[in-house]
Each structure stands twice: as C-alpha cells, then as structure tokens.
C-alpha cells in the first residue's frame, strides 16, 4: 500500500507541476517559427528518444551532494537532494514533459483562426481569452495531457531508479517494486503489479481513445 501511495503522490505532483509549466511552454511553441523554438522542442521531445538512464545519469550527476545544486538543496533543507521523493519530482517531470506538452501544443495550433484575435476585438484581455475561448476548445487535450502524464510516470523505471534508487517508503514506487520481486523471486507479487500496471494503462488509453474521436493529442516525435 506505501508503494501505491507513493507512487500516486509522485504521479499526481508530477503531473500538477507539468500542467502549470507545460502550458505556457505549448503556447509558445505553438505561436512561434524560430531556430530557438525549433531546439526547444526538440529538448522537450528528447526524452522521447533517449535512454532513460542516460538522462537519469546526468540529472544523478546534477543532484549529487556535491553539485551546486546538491549543495544549494542541502543548505536550504538539511535534507540530500539525490536519492530522495524531491528527486523522483524532477526527474519525472522532465521525463514526462513530452507527455504533457505536445498535446497542449498541437490543441494550440489547431485553434480555429483568428478566434482569439476577435475575442481581443471584443474588448477580453488574455486571462479572458484563455478561459472564455482556448480552455473551452482544448479541455481535451488538457484531459489528455494531464493523464498521459500521469500514466507516464507510473510507468516510470530507469530515470527513477538512477536518482531515486530503491528505498523503501521513499523512493520505492511501483515500477522499482515491481523489479524487486522479480529479483528476489516473488513472483507472485510481480504477477500482480504487473497486471495492475497493465490494466490501469490499458483502461486509461481506452478511454482516452473513446472519449477523443480525433487524434491530435497523441505524443509525436
């Protein structure tokens, strides 16, 4: 039960944070032609295409005790930085930002043309146009966004196991768990959270797939 809580707190932390930062960087991807643009979504796709552990392995590099960082954390909180819940946190939401972003991003292109330019003509200022006419348009994607997030960071393993490693009520959330009986010959237990995974990410993309008869929120590359 400590594992599914954990991992439901790490899911939903990463997925709340992801929303409030990935939307702002969506729009402007989405509104903008630009060399820079062009590289910042190509680092926001990169872990797409990297290994999980290659990037667990810089931001382990990045959180370590004797990194600025690391040190910054440690002055501040008392606390390690690497191998703690904090780290899970970081390290899921750059890993799972595709997730998040890309819908958003590809919602935002596909607003009809030149609605937010009349709703300005209306005399709505941005706060309004967000959430008078884009929020009422791209809900969806938002729905999407938010549970593919989710969904990701569950299913989360080697980003968290480099900088999380395996501790029990700390960092152990299910995809380590789930190694771990399988390394000590459980596999009783490993038949179970290996359905439970399964059956969870199979409900939620069915789901997903009902409710979204259009398809511009899948994760592309």
Do not use: C, K
């Not at 796709?45 to 954390?73: H, I, K, M």
């Not at 994607?141 to 593919?148: D, G, I, P």
């Amino acid at each position: 039960m400590d594992v599914i809580l954990l991992t439901a707190a790490l899911a939903g932390t990463t997925t709340i944070i992801l929303l409030i930062l990935g939307t702002p960087l969506a729009w402007w991807l989405a509104t903008r032609r630009s060399n820079t643009a062009a590289l910042v979504e190509a680092l926001v796709a990169l872990p797409l295409v990297l290994p999980p552990t290659v990037l667990g392995f810089y931001l382990l590099l990045a959180l370590a005790p004797d990194s600025p960082l690391g040190q910054l954390w440690q002055q501040l909180t008392g606390t390690r930085l690497a191998f703690s819940f904090s780290a899970l946190v970081i390290g899921s939401v750059l890993y799972s930002l595709p997730f998040v972003v890309q819908p958003l991003q590809s919602a935002f292109q596909n607003l009809p043309a030149g609605v937010l330019q009349a709703a300005a003509t209306l005399g709505a200022n941005p706060t309004d146009q967000f959430l008078r006419v884009v929020w009422p348009l791209t809900r969806r994607s938002f729905v999407a966004a938010a549970s593919l997030g989710f969904a990701h960071t569950i299913g989360e393993f080697g980003v968290v196991l480099m900088i999380g490693g395996n501790i029990p009520g700390e960092t152990q959330v299910l995809s380590i768990a789930l190694y771990d009986r399988v390394e000590t010959l459980q596999f009783a237990d490993a038949h179970r959270m290996a359905f439970g995974l399964v059956a969870f990410s199979l409900a939620l993309l069915f789901l997903l797939y009902r409710s979204n008869g259009r398809s511009a929120w899948r994760v592309r590359v």
